[in-house]
């Protein structure tokens, strides 16, 4: 295999029986590199090694024969003697195999316990799930130790800065002239699985689209296609992203690299699950500290960090200070600078919808950098604001600047409120999804709600403000709004709005 040309995609494939195995395989007749999990079989099914083996050579794509043990990530205890009869037993034509570390030092010079196996066929592998090994250069040095031609390191992520050694272990190959696969499992590890092969790993493996992931964090064929544009990712590509916790569930990498794509900009915009807000932008981003250059230019920053970042930045727009609360990172001239796009996405699409506010009645539901941007908008269009929280002590900080009144949210009644607007997490995707701030009995009364949760479209907040009698606004249109503005001081240009209301509707539509 070549790896030189373009990114290599491997589509892994985990099936329980050979009939659904080749149910899948011929779905996926047009995919040019596949992962066959033998380890996902089940036990009667794996001792037919022949007529599994053939069923792959028979393929015209080439092949990767995976057989992992338990407490490696298979399903099955498998002694080495188990896994040493197999490969003895199968058959190999243009495909590669993947040998588990521990078996490849065993067998290695040894004669008596030798592989029937062709080495410059071999994926030689080590994996971690639970963490990125504090020494993991040294496994990296157990593997090229072997006479495998593929190295492969897989190891849990639990924050963003975990992909870090890995990346640098990419470096130390490439200087080595040593083919690496180095992934970072899990959410946090997106960055390795997209930016990867343009750091010189050997391929990166993605998931069937219409099957299930076979390792925590992967991507569907489609989504590092389609999405992520991967072949067109090189060095020179600017990388944006999305700083927070979590992200999975965001649906601006579908915004941005659909404007990006549209625009003809070399950019992409990936997911960065960051715990350690002071870390990532120190090790990965500021161009005076980070460990590593990825090309980082930009980020966008939502929940829960949208205060704390700020003392991290080198300066911060006027705005964004004055509001407290930075949504936007823009990486130039070796700073870092805050700014805030929250407010103009928030106010436009009320005033489209509503009309004037001046004088308008208001209710902020929230304590964060949401509801922060919110009152500062609602103060200088003219609007009457207050804010209810159930943290008193957060929720006078940001009233203390704004003008506004203050009650706690619990038993809290809105019927007075021309808008009632949600800007706490309530109601998103995930943990909050059956949760809302405000009840029907609540809301009733009130003209308008809003609820900055975009995802899903449809929040219980909305259901209850509906049934309440409450007129309606999602907050799809202010994600919208704020990542064109985002686009904007980013790179320079005029983003192209309908593309990005388009991506995310077709996103939310699945």
Not at 388 to 394: I, M, S, V
Request: net charge negative.
């Amino acid at each position: 295999m070549d790896s030189s040309s373009k990114p290599l995609v491997c589509v892994s494939f985990c099936e329980p029986t050979i009939n659904a195995l080749q149910r899948a395989l011929k779905k996926h007749e047009d995919c040019e590199l596949i992962e066959v999990r033998l380890d996902c079989l089940a036990p009667g099914e794996l001792s037919v090694a022949k007529p599994l083996t053939e069923l792959v050579v028979k393929r015209k794509a080439k092949s990767i024969l995976t057989l992992r043990p338990l407490g490696q990530g298979g399903r099955e205890e498998l002694t080495d003697e188990t896994r040493l009869e197999f490969w003895s037993g199968a058959i190999y034509t243009d495909s590669f195999f993947d040998v588990e570390l521990d078996l490849a030092e065993r067998v290695s010079g040894n004669e008596e316990s030798s592989l029937p196996l062709d080495w410059s066929s071999t994926i030689c592998s080590y994996h971690d799930f639970e963490r990125v090994p504090a020494r993991v250069d040294e496994i990296y040095e157990r593997l090229a130790a072997t006479p495998a031609y593929v190295l492969k390191i897989a190891a849990q992520a639990n924050d963003v800065t975990d992909c870090l050694p890995l990346f640098q272990l990419l470096e130390r190959a490439h200087q080595n002239g040593r083919h690496l696969i180095a992934i970072a499992m899990g959410p946090a590890g997106v960055a390795t699985r997209i930016l990867g092969p343009s750091r010189g790993a050997f391929l990166t493996y993605a998931a069937p689209d219409d099957g299930q992931p076979t390792a925590a964090g992967q991507l569907s064929f489609s989504e590092l296609n389609d999405l992520y544009r991967i072949s067109q990712i090189d060095r020179q590509t600017q990388v944006f992203g999305l700083l927070g916790h979590p992200v999975s569930h965001s649906v601006s990498p579908h915004i941005h690299n659909a404007a990006f794509a549209a625009s003809g900009l070399n950019a992409v915009y990936i997911p960065f699950e960051v715990n350690d807000v002071g870390a990532f932008l120190k090790r990965m981003v500021h161009p005076k500290t980070r460990e590593l250059d990825l090309n980082i230019r930009g980020l966008s920053v939502t929940a829960p960090h949208k205060l704390a970042v700020m003392e991290h930045l080198d300066s911060i727009d006027p705005i964004a200070r004055e509001i407290g609360a930075v949504n936007t990172i823009r990486v130039t001239d070796h700073i870092l600078t805050g700014h805030n796009t929250d407010a103009s996405g928030f106010i436009k699409p009320l005033m489209k919808t509503f009309g004037e506010v001046k004088g308008a009645n208001c209710a902020v539901l929230g304590a964060g950098g949401a509801a922060a941007a919110a009152l500062w908008s609602l103060q200088r269009a003219g609007a009457t604001a207050t804010l209810f929280a159930r943290d008193p002590t957060k929720a006078s900080e940001l009233v203390r600047g704004a003008r506004a009144k203050q009650m706690d949210l619990k038993d809290a009644s809105f019927g007075e409120f021309d808008v009632v607007i949600n800007a706490t997490p309530l109601g998103s995707a995930g943990e909050f999804e059956s949760d809302t701030p405000a009840l029907a009995s609540q809301l009733r009364g009130a003209r308008w709600a809003y609820d900055l949760v975009y995802n899903p479209p449809e929040t219980r907040f909305l259901r209850e403000a509906r049934e309440a009698g409450c007129n309606v606004l999602g907050g799809l249109s202010m994600l919208v709004s704020q990542a064109a503005e985002q686009f904007n001081l980013w790179t320079g240009t005029t983003a192209p709005e309908h593309v990005m209301l388009e991506a995310a509707e077709r996103k939310l539509a699945e």
